[in-house]
């Protein structure tokens, strides 16, 4: 009895340097990203901006004056979006990419999935002070609001880890997994309020708006971030929920099949 | 820690793993062997194996290419999970050195050093402390911020051990790790790093074609021979009896 609780605290309490050791995880796999590129760093600040551009001239011409600071719209759509991407798809090839270490050291297996998602994060943080420059430099308002902001953060980790878990378990066994979720991704960028007002897609399929865990993280993000609106309460909690169980998920395939993975690998 | 010392733990280990081969032929031919599992084979790469290490021990494990060698670290490291009615457990840190892996070509000396030590569990402030040590023991003063990729693999071997020895792993493990590599003044130097190795009562477990260093320092040495253990002794025991069964699998070759 005793002994299992020691073994329980001993799990959620961090060995000597957990923290840091996955802080260096996901430092060194953001330096591997861009080391290898003449600008380095620098695309981390500037893919991004020419993305949105690129959208943004693209799309003014589509749906010409339907949205108010359009350009901003799509930011703060697409930054969330940009996150769910990379993260998920580094997720899914963690097994492989960290193969190195997994296969020669002791050490929490866990640890490579939260520094994948963190090594996004980073690229995140990068595009949220981008944005809020550009809205202090347009005069946009930038309102108290902006606390809730980490919750749609937290959020979005919590469901990027689960799917991480999730898609690198199958991917042991179907390795057709990497495209069919590039086009789940690809239906998913279209379904989400990233450029068209959001009641054009939910009036029209209001179940989309439940059924897609993105939808209310880029809704209630976008109302905290650009309109200095309260978040809607009711989709947090849903979308938290939601998250959570999907990460529960991944954590019991994880559990359950990780082992299988290192070998097939 | 149990009290008899025991850090590496198997019983009756075995691994089998299934695997499919590719099937030649047209999409039916192919679907057909996928749905039936006509492609499937069954190896036994391991069969019933029983032994414990001990705390401090040097343990030597030989055998012809492909008897299950590799596999064994990989069950002892919990790496691979044993077949059902096995266990196998392992009991302190451990690096396993085996040559090409554990290092990121893309990452410098440096960050491959940091990100190694991390990983097993120390603390970048000691790594700090231990940065100099490691790079003058692997004689690499000249690529501390050369990428892994145009490293040699001696010089990979030589960095790899000193992390293995200034991160101060409990158990080493390793893997065919000199095969060919290192010149005559690494390999002494690595000679005192296993004399050091009992004073520090680390454990080694040590996979290898290198004879000498098998007499030389294994206390016990295990003889695999297709995935079965064929005996456990000291090292001339197991010798001999290495060379008899080479012998004989020789004889039987030329006889079929």
């Known amino acids: 009895m005793a002994q299992g609780l020691a073994a329980r605290i001993y799990t959620i309490i961090p060995e000597n340097n957990r923290l840091e050791r996955i802080w260096l995880l996901a430092k060194t796999d953001f330096k591997i990203q861009y080391s290898s590129s003449a600008l380095g760093v620098i695309w981390a600040f500037v893919y991004p901006l020419m993305r949105i551009l690129i959208y943004y001239v693209v799309f003014s011409f589509v749906f010409a004056k339907d949205i108010p600071n359009y350009g901003f719209y799509i930011f703060s759509g697409i930054m969330i979006w940009m996150y769910f991407q990379e993260a998920t798809k580094g997720g899914l090839k963690v097994i492989r990419s960290k193969r190195y270490l997994l296969e020669n050291i002791r050490f929490n297996k866990l640890d490579v999935y939260y520094s994948s998602i963190l090594t996004n994060l980073i690229g995140f943080l990068v595009n949220i002070s981008v944005f809020l420059a550009m809205m202090i430099i347009t005069g946009l308002p930038i309102t108290w609001k902006l606390i809730y902001y980490p919750i749609f953060i937290i959020n979005l980790m919590m469901l990027c880890l689960g799917i991480s878990l999730i898609l690198s378990t199958i991917n042991v066994y179907l390795k057709d997994i990497s495209q069919l979720w590039e086009l789940v991704l690809l239906l998913m960028f279209w379904i989400n309020p990233i450029f068209f007002a959001k009641q054009k897609i939910f009036n029209m399929f209001p179940a989309l708006l439940y059924a897609n865990p993105l939808a209310g993280i880029i809704i209630n993000s976008r109302d905290v971030i650009m309109y200095g609106k309260d978040p809607d309460w009711f989709l947090v909690g849903y979308n938290y929920v939601l998250a959570g169980s999907i990460l529960a998920i991944g954590v019991w395939s994880f559990n359950k099949f990780f082992h299988k993975a290192i070998e097939k690998i | ?256």
Not at chain 2, 28 to 50: C, D, M, P, Y
Not at chain 2, 58 to 72: D, E, P, Q, R, Y
Not at chain 2, 94 to 118: D, K, M, P, V, W
Not at chain 2, 171 to 194: H, P, T
Request: net charge positive; hydrophobic share 40%.
């Open chain 2, 1 to 256: 820690m149990s009290e008899d010392n025991v850090v590496i733990r198997l019983e009756n280990v075995s691994k089998t793993f299934t695997i499919r081969d590719k099937v030649s032929g047209n999409l039916l031919e192919k679907s057909w062997a996928f749905a039936s599992g006509g492609n499937k084979r069954r190896i036994e790469a391991v069969k019933n194996i029983n032994l414990e290490v001990k705390k401090g021990e040097f343990l030597g494990i030989v055998g012809a290419n492909g008897c299950g060698k590799s596999t064994l670290i990989h069950l002892m490291t919990g790496v691979y999970k044993p077949d059902k009615g096995g266990i196998a457990s392992i009991d302190g840190t451990y690096i396993r050195l085996s040559l090409g892996l554990g290092f990121n070509g893309q990452l410098t000396a440096r960050e491959n050093i940091y990100l190694n030590g991390s990983v097993m569990g120390v603390k970048i402030s000691e790594l700090n402390k231990n940065f100099r040590k490691i790079i003058e023991f692997a004689e690499l003063q000249k690529f501390v911020n050369t990428k892994l990729k145009y490293f040699s693999r001696g010089m990979r071997a030589r960095l790899a051990f000193a992390v293995a020895v200034h991160a101060e792993a409990d158990i080493i493990l390793m893997d065919e790790f000199f095969g060919g590599v290192g010149d005559e003044r690494f390999k002494a130097r690595s000679d005192e790093i296993f004399q050091k190795a009992f004073v520090n009562g680390r454990t080694i477990v040590h996979v290898s074609h290198n004879m000498r260093t098998i007499k030389q320092y294994a206390d016990r040495v295990v003889l695999l021979h297709e995935g079965e253990c064929r005996g456990i002794g000291s090292p001339d025991e197991i010798l001999d009896l290495y060379r008899e069964t080479i012998k004989v699998r020789r004889l039987s070759m030329r006889e079929e």
